[in-house]
């Protein structure tokens, strides 16, 4: 039986796109191998939102040229990001079989169709597949029109184009249905979900129908963007018992007019005063954030005011990132780049040094607690899971706890994770 290997780099959609070409690849016969070199087919899902992530795939992709001179059978494939509609990828790496735009399954279908052999097809694989992990990502909106201008996302993804409600809420129940516990809701603009439909079910719509479905115990949702979230949205989630209360709100900047150079539709005021809303609304919430350092023209007074921010709102974990040119992007034709790597640097670890030590504060605070904790999986023999509100959480325990909801106290804490015990497991 021949067999594939995925290679995926990027967010948590890339991760899901990656389990669904999975699924069609079993459909025709092929079975997974965690070994590149065993593979006859390989697969890459790209991202090429900072210039890191590009490098990495070009890297691989010159990896990959070597292997199919020595095998010339290996058939490669590159879908994701990287996929721009000017075909440029597809000039440059010719020896690459096939190119396929995120999501856009017809295509790897056609050519599946055409180029694998199809005594190795089993069209009885995928309805009687088990599923093994406890949580899983669900795509739900794809593309974005909020062309901020640091951001490729728009010019690769497309549009904002939203799943039908029905679609997503079929596809919540099968996966309860076969052992999943916990479901996050993706998209790169997922709390504008539903805008686009005839029906204009909006993401509390869809909420409220997930919390009905039997089984299902959790609720997440990202990445959302502050001029979407409403105050419907913030009562929605405040309402369902089985929506976590965690929200992520990239903020990025603290600086109005760096803000406005970014395109991102808000002030630091109103952000404030969004942040507000959804502390009071939501009992309990925990709050993370986006945040992109040398962005063009950035002064050192305009880097502080994203620092007093951090230091004034308090979020529980902070996403940082250095700016980096995305050619075809507003920023990158408008904008200089000329702030050095160095001093990027030296922000970027300004940042984590302060979000290291309000994490420590906010985890501390929790020593003693009793949580809930949904458990995912073990790890260098101790069993792992996260709280509602996003803890990651470790314990030890000879019992199998795989897909269980316990309660358990914290004992130790760190800014990145808590250490926890169960009575009633020990």
């Not at 965690?34 to 890191?52: E, F, G, I, P």
């Not at 010159?62 to 721009?84: A, Q």
Request: hydrophobic letters at 35%; glycine letters at 6%; aromatic letters at 8%.
């Amino acid at each position: 039986m021949p067999s594939y290997y995925i290679w995926t780099i990027g967010c948590q959609m890339n991760k899901a796109e990656s389990q669904k070409i999975a699924d069609y690849l079993e459909l025709f016969g092929y079975q997974a191998t965690d070994k590149l070199h065993q593979a006859d087919m390989v697969v890459l899902n790209t991202c090429v939102v900072r210039q890191s992530a590009e490098s990495k795939v070009e890297g691989m992709l010159g990896y990959l040229k070597g292997m199919k001179n020595r095998k010339p059978e290996l058939s490669i494939i590159v879908t994701g990001c990287f996929i721009d509609s000017a075909g440029n990828a597809i000039k440059a790496f010719p020896y690459v079989d096939l190119f396929f735009k995120p999501s856009d399954y017809s295509v790897l279908l056609n050519w599946a169709d055409t180029h694998i052999d199809s005594s190795y097809r089993d069209f009885q694989a995928l309805p009687s597949k088990t599923i093994t992990e406890v949580t899983a990502y669900v795509p739900i909106i794809q593309g974005c029109n909020n062309f901020c201008s640091y951001c490729i996302v728009p010019y690769r993804r497309g549009r904002e184009k939203s799943r039908p409600r029905e679609d997503v809420v079929c596809e919540v129940t099968r996966l309860v249905d076969n052992g999943v516990k916990e479901v996050t809701l993706l998209g790169q603009n997922v709390n504008s979900y539903g805008q686009d439909l005839v029906s204009k079910a909006l993401l509390s719509d869809l909420l409220a129908d997930l919390n009905a479905v039997d089984g299902l115990r959790r609720i997440r949702f990202l990445t959302n963007h502050p001029k979407d979230m409403s105050c419907e949205l913030i009562k929605t989630i405040g309402s369902l018992d089985k929506v976590c209360r965690h929200i992520n709100l990239p903020l990025q900047s603290g600086d109005n007019n760096i803000l406005a150079a970014m395109k991102r539709g808000y002030t630091s005021e109103r952000y404030r005063q969004l942040v507000d809303m959804i502390r009071e609304g939501i009992r309990g919430v925990a709050m993370s954030t986006d945040v992109i350092v040398g962005f063009p023209n950035e002064t050192d007074k305009q880097f502080n005011q994203t620092v007093r921010m951090l230091e004034e709102i308090e979020f529980d974990t902070v996403h940082v990132a250095m700016y980096s040119p995305r050619s075809g992007t507003y920023a990158s034709r408008e904008y200089e780049d000329y702030i050095t790597a160095d001093v990027k640097k030296e922000r970027l670890n300004r940042v984590e040094e302060v979000q290291t030590r309000i994490a420590s504060k906010i985890n501390s605070a929790l020593t003693g607690k009793t949580l809930d904790v949904l458990v995912e999986g073990k790890k260098n023999g101790k069993w792992f899971g996260r709280t509602r509100s996003n803890k990651l959480v470790f314990f030890e325990s000879n019992a199998n706890c795989l897909g269980r909801l316990l309660d358990v106290t914290i004992v130790k804490t760190s800014p990145w994770a808590l250490q926890a015990k169960s009575s009633e497991l020990n």
